[in-house]
């Protein structure tokens, strides 16, 4: 038996908040001095790679509607993607400072698969809010890889793609599979959840 | 070059100690000038650095500050206060508990070796 989506949502939200830590952590010390230990320079790529590899059985078995599969689906590639370059970054393989670029691309993927999977209006419920806010949010952070791979030493752009996974995770943790937000629930989304 | 008045002709080592191919001239100027500049700013550095050390030192706290909070906040997020009608996976994903496992993974597994590099990196004064 699967377990509720907001199980789910709660579960990923957790590995989004170490990722974003580790991240905030590397853009304060700088790359020079995170990367002294090795290990540690793989730890977020490898992060983001385990959690592309964790959504396919999101794919597989939550599967409501087609959007759904394909959302999950279109996650766990691009996620698993951007791990491997990372990961083929820090080994060396690639050297490129644009391949910063996939992130951008990640979560251009992301964001549009969370607007496009939702397809109920905003204040539907607390679910329909909340996909749309990290949709909106996955999509204005597209920026921060984007100025990475323009200007690789400045801290903003580092600091902003750590607190994006942060916010993330706290809007994850915000969810519910029936909740109202900004007390409205539309009588077609069904009771809420106790409490 | 500009010889400036006053400043002693004779070599001064460089940082470390070691001797600079500067003439005597800029050597003389380096140690009176330039000197009390690089101290300041080198200060300026490890200051720089301890609040650095500081912030990633508490980002862990903070986060299991944060889920301690939230389980104050909303007790009933935690399935052990709340067990009625409560599966296998509600034990295993509780959020406030979620969070403050994964401060306590970074503050005990992550963060240590970091501010411990920082140390080495900066010199024996951190």
């Given at each position: ?18 990722l ?17 230990r ?15 590899v ?10 409501s509607s ?6 999950h ?10 791990g491997?370059i ?38 539907f419920s ?7 806010a ?31 996974w ?11 599979d ?18 | ?6 400043c ?5 080592p ?113």
């Amino acid at each position: 038996m699967a377990p509720r989506a907001e199980l789910v949502h709660w579960a990923f939200a957790a590995g989004f908040l170490l990722l974003g830590l580790i991240l905030l952590a590397e853009a304060i010390v700088g790359s020079d001095v995170f990367g002294k230990r090795r290990w540690r320079a793989y730890l977020w790529p490898s992060l983001a790679f385990a959690l592309g590899v964790l959504l396919w059985p999101v794919a597989v078995f939550f599967t409501s509607s087609t959007l759904h599969m394909l959302a999950h689906a279109s996650w766990a590639e691009v996620a698993m993607l951007a791990g491997a370059i990372q990961l083929a970054l820090v080994r060396g393989k690639l050297t490129s400072r644009w391949w910063a670029l996939s992130l951008s691309f990640t979560l251009v993927v992301s964001g549009l698969a969370f607007l496009l999977h939702e397809q109920n209006p905003w204040l539907f419920s607390r679910a329909a809010f909340l996909h749309h806010a990290i949709g909106w949010t996955l999509l204005v952070a597209a920026l921060f890889p984007l100025g990475q791979a323009l200007r690789p030493r400045q801290l903003v752009w580092r600091a902003g793609f750590a607190m994006t996974w942060v916010v993330l995770a706290m809007l994850l943790f915000c969810d519910r599979d029936v909740a109202p937000i900004f007390g409205h629930l539309s009588d077609l989304a069904g009771g809420p959840a106790s409490p | 070059m500009k010889i400036v008045p006053g400043c002693a002709r004779v070599p001064t080592p460089g940082k470390l100690g070691v001797p600079t191919d500067q003439g005597p001239e800029e050597a003389a100027v380096s140690s009176e000038f330039v000197g009390p500049l690089e101290r300041g700013a080198e200060r300026q550095r490890t200051s720089r650095r301890s609040v650095r050390m500081l912030v990633v030192e508490s980002l862990g706290p903070l986060t299991v500050l944060g889920g301690a909070v939230w389980a104050v906040a909303q007790p009933y997020r935690i399935v052990f206060l709340e067990r009625a009608g409560k599966g296998f996976y509600d034990y295993l994903v509780q959020p406030p508990l979620l969070v403050i496992a994964v401060g306590l993974v970074f503050a005990l597994g992550i963060a240590p070796g970091i501010v411990e590099d920082m140390r080495s990196d900066g010199g024996p004064e951190g």
